[in-house]
């Protein structure tokens, strides 16, 4: 035995006037070992025994949060085919390192039952821990059994959904993602309907119930971002433009506009998204602290887009307009012809501007918008959007477009999914993350870390889209390898941005908008910059 060592089991047997339980004795002996063993020790510890350490004494409570003054990002995928087990492997993983949890996401295979998913999810992580789970059209992630990273879209058909166990089927799968970010409230804040049955979803009341649970916590009354979800049958477009209006252009704002959800935050219990919808959407928000302790950093969010589709033909104009329940049928007009066009029309000449460039495109109009926004009784502002529109179809008499919101006089053009457009777009993410990587190596000893990612990409993309594996993944992956990132494909993915994002600008010099994007590929990087050294 050393010396150390027996200084120190003499200063348990022989301290004076203060006799100590055997328990006391051994946590006394584990403290002689020095700060930076003891701290080297308790940061190897898994989640839950972490937890534990940190309640035994006031000194491991401060080694603790001392390892806890950066942010973690810890996320897990699964594919076992079994729901129950699913969720076990992968908490189980995101909490194999030490972490407190300040909010936790999920996504299933569409073949899972959500209610029960979320149950599962729900009884793992306690009341107090803000949890928002999602169907998903397909998850992308490191495998738990296999330590590979995958990109899976789930292909659901009839039989699929009229199998009897789901064994009889492949897609199953959930992932699961837990983040730690210190100096960051996060909340959960639900859109919802109109109580009296009008089916009306109350935005203004949604942006202000962000703002006033931002403002309780933060000096700001615009939060650090937001991850926000919404029903597909829900037109997330009228939400997204207040939004855009009411918080400051620093605010983060990503997350999946078509999906299935469950929440339940730190003060509610758990909603659901379904046929007869309560809350269309919900918003995860992260509001700085004001009360940030001592010696902790600053979080940073990185929001970069690769586009995936390009612009073909010419401007229109709406000209005959007529909004249905969840569709818009119109005709147009050009400058060059004075003459209304209908959908036949349009579509032929969108071919022939096309011919065989790409086979079997997606179409989609990108109408420019210049609408009056205002949240409340707060002043009114003109704003201009840029909003995409899948296109039906069209016949003799109108272009068939979902979704409402289009007004007589609005300009818009033809947009096809493009994959090279796609390419080229993630080769300029991963340009714009290499930059972001010499930058944080660049800073010293007390430089700037890259500690996480997440994605939301277009369930039109993936290995088909592209001919190759693994395309929307490798910005990330090539940059911060080993780096916590995963994500799910979705069917709607919002991200603030605007028209120059599609090499386009727009004629009259204003910046026109653009927050829900289609065939694109949506990344939120996550750094941390450790407070200065103190003297």
């Given amino acids: 035995m050393d010396e150390q060592s027996l200084g120190s089991l003499k200063k348990i047997v022989k301290e004076k006037g203060k006799p100590r339980t055997g328990s006391e004795k051994i946590v006394a002996g584990i403290e002689d070992l020095g700060e930076d063993l003891m701290q ?127 064994e009889e089927n492949v897609n199953q799968g959930i992932i699961l993602t837990v983040g730690f970010l210190p100096g960051l409230k996060a909340h959960i804040i639900p859109l919802l309907l109109h109580p009296k049955g009008y089916k009306r979803p109350l935005v203004d009341e949604f942006v202000m119930d962000i703002k006033e649970a931002t403002s309780a916590v933060s000096d700001s009354t615009s939060p650090a971002g937001i991850i926000l979800f919404s029903d597909r049958n829900t037109d997330i477009k009228p939400v997204l433009q207040k939004i855009e209006y009411a918080f400051s252009e620093d605010s983060f704002v990503v997350g999946d506009g078509g999906s299935r959800f469950l929440f339940k935050s730190d003060s509610t219990n758990s909603i659901t998204n379904s046929s007869n919808p309560t809350c269309p959407a919900v918003a995860l928000i992260f509001a700085r602290d004001r009360n940030k302790p001592l010696g902790i950093g600053e979080t940073q969010f990185h929001v970069m887009l690769s586009t995936g589709i390009s612009p073909v033909g010419t401007t229109y104009k709406a000209a005959s307009v007529k909004n249905q329940k969840n569709s818009t049928w119109l005709t147009a007009s050009r400058e060059t012809v004075r003459e209304h066009l209908d959908g036949q029309a349009i579509i032929e000449e969108i071919y022939d501007e096309l011919g ?15 609408r009056k926004c205002s949240v409340g009784k707060e002043r009114v502002k003109r704003m201009q959007f840029h909003e995409f529109h899948d296109v039906v179809g069209g ?135 450790p407070p200065p050294p103190q003297d």
């Avoid at 003054?69 to 189980?92: H, I, M, T």
């Avoid at 979704?403 to 390419?423: C, E, M």
């Avoid at 000893?445 to 490798?474: E, L, T, Y």
């Fill in 395 to 529: 016949d003799e008499e109108y272009l068939y477009v979902n979704s409402v919101g289009i007004s007589t006089g609005d300009p818009f053009r033809f947009y096809i999914s493009d994959s090279k457009a796609a390419l080229s777009s993630s080769n300029k993410v991963s340009e714009n993350l290499r930059r972001l990587k010499v930058d944080c190596e660049s800073k010293g000893d007390h430089q700037r870390k890259v500690f996480g990612g997440i994605i939301f990409s277009c369930c039109g993309r993936g290995d088909s889209f592209f001919g190759n594996p693994g395309i929307d993944s490798s910005p990330f992956l090539q940059n911060f390898p080993g780096v916590t990132f995963g994500g799910t494909y979705c069917a709607g993915e919002i991200c603030r941005g605007n028209l120059n994002l599609y090499d386009q600008e727009n004629e009259e010099g204003d910046l026109v908008l653009c927050s829900e994007h289609a065939y694109s590929a949506v990344y939120l990087v996550m750094s941390y910059c």
């Fill in 40 to 166: 080297n020790i308790l940061t190897r510890l898994p989640a839950l025994s972490f937890a534990s350490a940190a309640c035994v004494a006031h000194s491991w409570n401060s080694l603790c949060n001392r390892i806890l003054s950066s942010p973690k990002l810890s996320s897990a995928l699964s594919f076992n085919p079994s729901l129950q087990n699913a969720v076990n492997e992968v908490v189980d993983k995101v909490l194999l390192e030490s972490i407190r949890p300040h909010f936790v996401i999920a996504s299933i295979a569409p073949n899972f039952c959500l209610q029960e998913a979320h149950q599962l999810i729900d009884r793992k992580f306690g009341s107090r821990i803000p949890v928002i789970v999602t169907v998903s059209e397909g998850i992308i992630g490191r495998d738990v059994l296999t330590d590979q990273f995958v990109e899976v879209e789930w292909e659901v058909t009839e039989e699929d959904l009229e199998a009897e166990s789901l």
């Fill in 356 to 370: 065989d460039r790409i086979q079997y495109p997606a179409f989609f109009i990108g109408v420019t918008k210049r």
